[in-house]
Antibody
Framework: QVQLQESGPGLVKPSETLSLTCTVS????????WSWIRQSPGKGLEWIGH???????GYNPSLKSRVTISVDQSKKQFSLNLTSVSAADTAVYYC??????????????WGQGTMVIVSS | SSELTQDPAVSVALGQTVRITCQGD??????ASWYQQKPGQAPVLVIY???NRPSGIPDRFSGSNSGNTASLTITGAQAEDEADYYC?????????FGGGTKLTVV
């Protein structure tokens, strides 16, 4: 079965760039959107953005100026870069597979999540 | 931008039926998906599309849609259903989540 695993630093300094990678195992990266979602401590879920396996992207308007999502099909990985971070970006970051049709989308497979703390 | 609105908290007696709702303009066009999240765990998809359950999700979970409102119904709530529930839907700018509903089973 398809599994997702996030990786990256757990501590990032303010004003620096947060970089995370999600590795897809047990299945193909093709023909799906792949999303990043975060959850600040004690708060709800926030969709950050997604990338189609071929490279087209979509971002949350509130984060768009700071976010880049990229994909490496050969490694079956997709990555998140979030620039100019502040304490408000402290959160658990999840990667997820997104199933999309004309009338809906759904995140059917999730990684376990990785906690990223922004602090000096 | 689209918003999805959920009641912050709902309670249900053990074995009874509870409906959790999600309101938003995008729901007039797109179906919602619903996620269950227990403390310290990643969210789990429980309902998607018109009323589809992933494999392994009990049939006491069901979904419905009317106008700008999507609903998740749990028929015969169990103690293990106590969790946070989030709705999500596509819209013109992305895939926003609702604020979440904390379900307490009493």
């Amino acid at each position: 079965q398809v599994q997702l695993q996030e990786s990256g630093p757990g501590l990032v300094k303010p004003s620096e760039t947060l970089s995370l990678t999600c590795t897809v195992s047990g299945g193909s990266i093709s023909n799906y959107y792949w999303s990043w979602i975060r959850q600040s401590p004690g708060k709800g879920l926030e969709w950050i953005g997604h990338i189609f396996y071929s490279g087209s992207t979509g971002y949350n308007p509130s984060l768009k100026s700071r976010v880049t999502i990229s994909v490496d099909q050969s490694k079956k990985q997709f990555s998140l870069n979030l620039t100019s971070v502040s304490a408000a970006d402290t959160a658990v970051y999840y990667c997820a597979r997104e199933v999309t049709t004309v009338t809906m989308s759904a995140f059917d497979i999730w990684g376990q999540g990785t906690m990223v703390i922004v602090s000096s | 931008s689209s918003e999805l609105t959920q009641d912050p908290a709902v309670s249900v007696a053990l074995g009874q039926t509870v409906r959790i709702t999600c309101q938003g303009d995008s729901l007039r066009i797109y179906f919602a998906s619903w996620y269950q999240q227990k403390p310290g765990q990643a969210p789990v998809l429980v309902i998607y599309g018109k009323n589809n359950r992933p494999s392994g999700i009990p049939d006491r979970f069901s979904g419905s849609n009317s106008g700008n409102t999507a609903s998740l119904t749990i028929t015969g709530a169990q103690a293990e259903d106590e969790a946070d529930y989030y709705c999500n839907s596509r819209d013109s700018s992305g895939n926003p989540f609702g604020g979440g509903t904390k379900l307490t089973v009493v």
